[in-house]
């Protein structure tokens, strides 16, 4: 198995849960990255664990400027972790909290340039994710095929959201494979973190389990697979 060896990365979301994950496991490989920058929308608030790097906001916010400024003349992998919105019954679900579950995302779009940069300043031929790449962290949730576990948790919001995020990482996929830009959705399984714990279940997987098997299909991927729907041991999950 080839190791994964990016230059620099963005994670957002990342103070807690699996975003942190993500930063932890990153800063540990053999060969970690020179600059991991870890962004979140509210890195002073109560339910931040950790502050490293760069306090970025997400979607809609004029600080993701800044945040760009300061990437900027470095050489990014992979920006990761997608926004986890809120959930909920379809019939207490109110039409705006759909319209900001479905379109509230990391836009890449400002990082463009630097991904472009990257694709094009790294060695050999084809796309992978030690070269320039974008991560979204989705959910089988939001698989429109299968609607996994509906009679227990219908969580109408949460599932429109990662539906959409499905959407745009194909969307991605095409729209950038002409500068080199790799794109894959990720199912991290069902992980014990706020989100996931929400009821009082525990669920059968830890952060570390998860994100650690995600780190390692990551390093596996190529181009072929860019544009696909992944779980976090690298099987396929249904559209």
């Not at 990342?14 to 800063?27: C, D, E, K, S, T």
């Not at 920006?79 to 319209?99: A, D, I, Q, S, Y």
């Not at 599932?159 to 969307?171: G, Q, V, Y």
């Not at 997987?205 to 690298?234: C, H, I, N, R, Y």
Request: charged letters at 15%; hydrophobic letters at 40%; aromatic letters at 8%.
């Amino acid at each position: 198995m080839g190791e994964l060896r990016v230059r620099s990365v963005l994670v957002t979301g990342a103070n807690r849960g699996i975003g942190l994950g993500f930063v932890q496991h990153l800063l540990a490989l053999p060969n970690p990255p020179e600059w991991v920058f870890a962004g979140c929308r509210d890195p002073k608030g109560q339910r931040a664990q950790v502050r490293l790097g760069w306090d970025a906001a997400e979607v809609g916010d004029s600080r993701a400027a800044a945040g760009v400024g300061m990437c900027e003349g470095l050489h990014h992998g992979s920006p990761g972790h997608g926004v986890v919105l809120g959930n909920g019954l379809l019939e207490t679900c109110p039409p705006n909290k759909f319209l900001c579950a479905c379109f509230s995302f990391p836009s890449p779009q400002a990082f463009l340039p630097l991904l472009k940069k990257a694709a094009q300043g790294s060695p050999g031929s084809g796309m992978s994710c030690s070269k320039a790449a974008i991560v979204n962290i989705s959910s089988n949730g939001g698989s429109i095929k299968e609607v996994y576990l509906w009679e227990g948790i219908q969580a109408a919001c949460y599932r429109c959201s990662k539906a959409a995020l499905n959407m745009l990482t194909r969307c991605q996929s095409m729209g950038y494979r002409e500068h080199g830009i790799f794109t894959v959705a990720l199912h991290p399984g069902w992980v014990q973190t706020d989100l996931g714990s929400e009821g009082g279940a525990k669920p059968p997987l830890t952060v570390d389990a998860s994100v650690g098997g995600m780190m390692k299909v990551l390093s596996k991927l190529s181009e072929k697979d860019s544009g696909t729907f992944l779980d976090w041991e690298g099987n396929v999950v249904a559209w």
